[in-house]
């Protein structure tokens, strides 16, 4: 099996212009209700939306995220390898588990990045150059508010036409267990910024959440190397 970077290493710049692959960010409104903050701690967030290493990106460049890990998720315990779950016969999606102040940043905000920026919610098992039902998008709700505010909001989306195609996120698997992936995976793309993969589908996605969300961009990214040292 050919895995991301050994293809995209030997490939991408020949084959791929960059407009072809990025997902195109989309101008959202935020959700009509939001969750308010569930304790005086902090909460978590696991989605799914294509490769983790773009999703993680996204949200290490978020004020009020303290950690962003990639992972799996929506799968059992066993399989939560990389070569296990790129084969795409396992229930497991690439997923980022996004730990957040809810004083700093709400639900509803992560949501709002997730769609605008993050991924393309209308791809059915894929995200830009990547196929197989572990690159789904789907929100793994950590509560019943946050289903209600995931599921609220994909229909206040839909009902609004902000995007071209209905939105195929799924949300109805419940505090899924998730699984951190190995170490290598994380702080993917700020410790290869110059990959061709990174470059073409995840940079831009970085990009536009600086310009779209300018009010939650933090310069210095939150990193699991930093966090672990903190935790």
């Given at each position: 099996m050919i895995n991301r970077p050994t293809l995209f290493l030997a490939f991408a710049v020949a084959l791929t212009p960059l407009s072809a692959q990025a997902e195109s960010a989309v101008t959202i409104p935020p959700p009509a209700a939001d969750a308010s903050a569930q304790s005086t701690g902090l909460e978590t967030a696991v989605l799914a939306g294509g490769c983790f290493w773009g999703i993680q990106a996204v949200y290490q460049h978020v004020k009020g995220v303290t950690n962003a890990v990639s992972g799996y998720a929506g799968g059992a315990q066993?399989?939560?390898?990389?070569?296990?779950?790129?084969?795409g016969r396992t229930s497991h999606a690439e997923a980022v588990r996004v730990t957040f102040n809810p004083r700093e940043i709400s639900y509803g905000k992560i949501l709002q990045i997730y769609f605008a920026v993050a991924h393309d919610p209308t791809q059915l098992n894929r995200q830009g150059p990547d196929t197989g039902p572990q690159y789904r998008s789907e929100i793994f709700p950590q509560s019943d508010a946050q289903a209600k505010v995931a599921k609220d909001y994909i229909a206040q989306l839909d009902a609004?036409?902000?995007?071209?195609?209905?939105?195929?996120?799924?949300?109805q698997t419940m505090k899924a267990p998730f699984?951190?992936?190995?170490?290598?995976?994380?702080?993917?793309?700020i410790n290869h910024p110059n990959q061709p993969y990174i470059a073409f589908n995840d940079a831009p996605k970085v990009e536009n959440l600086e310009k779209m969300f300018p009010d939650v961009w933090r310069d210095q990214p939150v990193t699991v190397a930093e966090a672990a040292k903190t935790n």
């Open positions: 066993k399989d939560a390898q990389y070569d296990t779950v790129s084969s609004a036409k902000a995007f071209k195609r209905p939105i195929v996120t799924k949300t699984y951190a992936a190995e170490a290598y995976h994380q702080d993917y793309a």
